[in-house]
T-cell receptor
């Protein structure tokens, strides 16, 4: 089956630093990748849609200058949390869709970000 | 605005009980409804439902879609402690963006 990986699986950083999270589709080409964040005991909140070779589309209320998304190839998208603050601490999950008719999304294992 | 609502938000049962989780939606141009199970990490896929009235089954889990009522249910029979998780319902509209609209999730706890 389709596999999506994320790296790192967890990261702790100091307030004010930037953190980059990678999302890779390992055995398929992902035309579209999605970035979500999830707070404890809550559902997934879509942050942005990332299409290879074009600018990401951000959801309302998500600061594009704070959450930089780059989708440079069909197998890799990165999310950079710039000048991270404690309120950015969350579980970040990416998903990827291939080119099949059902647009099925395959989820990565998530990255736990803790900002001190 | 497209919306997916799940109920209940949380549920505590004992092993062996049967549970029914609900999902209702208001979406322009519906394509399919998906159920996911989330434990400690990212969601794992359970079912995709596109047609009304056709039950999908996998072991003790089953799900059905009612397009007239704009809803779906997920049933788990003979629950086990390993069923404890957040169950997420998501709807995929027919647009080409591929964006899923998630409900709030139902947190199920199965006690021994």
């Amino acid at each position: 089956g389709a596999v999506v990986s994320q790296h790192p699986s967890w990261v702790i950083c100091k307030s004010g630093t930037s953190v980059k999270i990678e999302c890779r589709s390992l055995d398929f080409q992902a035309t579209t990748m999605f970035w979500y964040r999830q707070f404890p005991k809550q559902s997934l909140m879509l942050m942005a849609t990332s299409n290879e070779g074009s600018k990401a589309t951000y959801e309302q209320g998500v600061e594009k200058d704070k959450f930089l998304i780059n989708h440079a190839s069909l197998t890799l998208s990165t999310l950079t949390v710039t000048s991270a603050h404690p309120e950015d601490s969350s579980f970040y999950i990416c998903s990827a869709t291939g080119t099949g008719p059902n647009n099925e999304q395959f989820f990565g294992p998530g990255t736990r970000l803790t900002v001190l | 605005e497209d919306k997916v609502v799940q109920s209940p938000l949380s549920l505590v049962v004992h092993e062996g009980d049967t549970v029914t989780l609900n999902c209702s939606y208001e979406v322009t141009n519906f394509r399919s409804l998906l159920w996911y199970k989330q434990e400690k990490k990212a969601p794992t896929f359970l079912f995709m439902l596109t047609s009304s009235g056709i039950e999908k089954k996998s072991g003790r889990l089953s799900s059905i879609l009612d397009k007239k009522e704009l809803s779906s249910i997920l049933n788990i029979t003979a629950t086990q402690t390993g069923d404890s998780a957040i169950y997420l319902c998501a709807v995929l509209p027919a647009s080409n963006t591929g964006k899923l609209i998630f409900g709030q999730g139902t947190t199920l706890q199965v006690k021994p």
